[in-house]
């Protein structure tokens, strides 16, 4: 059976890993020790509401979606690779024209690799 602690536990690990994040780096933007996020992500600790509001927030992610048990039809989304998520994530930081850009040249070798 799966407790709250350990549905917070999967869902902390699995948007940190979303967000393209270190354990280290969660930390830092929590004020938490690595330490401490690694007994959140592991369920041995129970994270106090105080807590679990910083890291929804370094995360991007609402408090309910960490506490939620629901699966959310990500289309495996979960599974991207990291490196894949952290280069998304330089993109975003492109200025919008260039962003456009290589919006466009995937959408261009998307509908190539579909037509053959």
């Known amino acids: 059976m799966v407790t709250d602690k350990n549905?917070?536990?999967k869902n902390i690990s699995k948007f940190r890993?979303?967000?393209g994040l270190t354990q280290q780096?969660?930390?830092s933007k929590t004020g938490l020790t690595k330490r401490t996020i690694a007994y959140y992500e592991s369920g041995k600790y129970n994270i106090t509401l105080k807590n679990i509001g910083k890291i929804?927030?370094?995360l991007h992610v609402n408090i309910a979606t960490l506490l939620n048990n629901k699966k959310s039809g990500n289309n495996g989304?979960?599974?991207i690779d990291v490196r894949w998520l952290k280069k998304i994530l330089e993109i975003k930081k492109l200025p919008i024209n260039d962003q456009k850009?290589?919006?466009k040249y995937i959408n261009m070798l998307v509908e190539k690799h579909n037509t053959k």
Do not use: G, P, Q, T
């Open 56 to 58: 929804s927030e370094a």
């Open 101 to 103: 850009a290589i919006v």
């Open 77 to 79: 989304v979960e599974n």
């Open 7 to 9: 549905i917070v536990a």
């Open 17 to 19: 890993k979303l967000s």
């Open 25 to 27: 780096e969660l930390a």
